[in-house]
């Protein structure tokens, strides 16, 4: 596993070209600003982690990539195209988004093979293909033990195994990941990171990961930044960012050892 990992920071296939550019994001909820001008762009094939202290707007950057949130200045450009005004379920579409939210993403009164279902009945014309598929992802997930359990009776790792999965019935372009290792026991955390290079190593995708996790994180990305007080602060290849001072002011802490 750690191999992999290595090997995969060292391939020459990742291209030098945005597939999400986000130009002077600004998120407003009411009266207070969120993310003042944020910038920031994700190369394609690129896996990038987004870092910050709990409410530093990681999500709500996400949410608005996705366009569940409009901002209030500013834009999204997704694959060069100005995607600003386009709606979610266009963007998901078109652009093959995928997304893993912070918190729920499944049917609580559907099984395990339901959610996976309800997804599959939506991208997959083919019935075998669709069934083919959720078995694959049952046995890449290790799901088989709950396969016909309503999802409100999972675990919390057990339902982030089953919302990751969810993301990857529809073939994708750019996976984004709202803290997917949260819960997750340290043998379910590789093997999610293990998926996450993979899906970059052989389908070329791109993938943004927040989460609080720092060394989990930062052992299978590229590249991450630390958002802070609205701002990206800093950002760099894992081994620069844990020494970047202001990284270390504003998220890691002194002593934080990766
Ligand atoms: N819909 C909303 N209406 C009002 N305020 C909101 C809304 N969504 C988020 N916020 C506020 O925006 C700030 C950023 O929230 P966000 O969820 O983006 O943070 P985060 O960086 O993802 O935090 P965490 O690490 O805890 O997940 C928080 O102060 C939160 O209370
Ligand atoms: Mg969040």
Redesign the pocket.
């Known amino acids: 596993m750690s191999l992999l990992i290595k090997k995969f920071r060292i391939k020459s296939f990742k291209e030098e070209r945005p597939i999400i550019e986000i130009k002077d994001l600004t998120i407003t ?2 009266n ?1 600003q ?1 993310v003042e001008k944020l910038n920031l762009t994700i190369q394609k094939s690129e896996i990038c982690g987004l870092l ?1 202290p ?7 950057i996400y949410h608005s990539i996705i366009g569940l949130v409009k901002p209030s200045f500013g834009k999204i450009i997704i694959n060069g195209i100005d995607a600003t005004h386009i709606p979610t379920y266009k963007r998901c579409s078109e652009f093959g988004i995928s997304w893993v939210p ?1 918190y729920g993403g499944s049917w609580s009164d559907l099984t395990v093979y339901e959610n996976l279902m309800a997804i599959a009945e939506l991208h997959i014309k083919i019935k075998d293909e669709r069934a083919q598929k959720i078995n694959n992802l049952i046995r890449k997930f290790e799901l088989q033990n709950v396969v016909n359990l309503k999802s409100k009776f999972l675990s919390g790792g057990q339902i982030r195994k089953l919302t990751i999965a969810m993301a990857m019935v529809k073939d994708t372009k750019i996976l984004i990941l709202d ?1 997917p290792f949260a819960a997750l026991d340290p043998q379910s955390v590789r093997m999610i990171q293990q998926i996450i290079v993979s899906l970059q190593m052989f389908e070329r995708i791109s993938v943004t990961i927040s989460d ?1 996790s720092s060394r989990d994180l930062l052992s299978c990305v590229d590249n991450a930044m630390i958002l802070s007080e609205g701002k990206i602060v800093a950002k760099g290849s894992p081994q620069e960012l844990v020494k970047n001072t202001k990284a270390i002011e504003a998220y890691f802490g002194e002593g934080f050892k990766f």
């Not at 709990?54 to 709500?60: D, I, T």
């Open positions: 909820y009411g207070r969120i910050g709990n409410g530093a707007g990681k999500s709500s912070q803290e609080h």
